[in-house]
Nanobody, 118 residues
Framework: QVQLVESGGGLVQAGGSLRLSCAASESILSVNRLGWYRQAPGKQRELVASITSRHITNYADSVRGRFTISSDNVANTVYLQMNSLKPEDTAVYYC????????????WGQGTQVTVSS
């Protein structure tokens, strides 16, 4: 079993920055893919950004150019640097990881609230 613990959420003004962290209880050297998802009230959960073990990244069009996903193998942590935040970014952000060799393979964090004020 893998545990994912998120931190860094909070309240910021539009145009501000925030950095989310997700610490994994298992080595991310063995992870297939890491990512951040978010869910706003009344909307479905959506992919924000992802990164593979080969450091191939993917971003939602709405955050491209503003958000950056990265990982630290020593700290077993994935980060999401969020710049130029907009009120539309307000949501609960969830960390996701896929460890193919550690059943069930798919793991989620509990979520951290990000609120962006106008």
């Amino acid at each position: 079993q893998v545990q994912l613990v998120e931190s860094g959420g909070g309240l910021v003004q539009a145009g501000g920055s925030l950095r989310l962290s997700c610490a994994a209880s298992e080595s991310i050297l063995s992870v297939n893919r890491l990512g951040w998802y978010r869910q706003a009230p009344g909307k479905q959960r959506e992919l924000v950004a992802s990164i593979t073990s080969r450091h191939i990244t993917n971003y939602a069009d709405s955050v491209r150019g503003r958000f950056t996903i990265s990982s630290d193998n020593v700290a077993n942590t994935v980060y999401l640097q969020m710049n130029s935040l907009k009120p539309e970014d307000t949501a609960v952000y969830y960390c996701y990881g896929n460890w193919a060799y550690i059943p069930p393979g798919h793991y989620w964090g509990q979520g951290t609230q990000v609120t962006v004020s106008s």
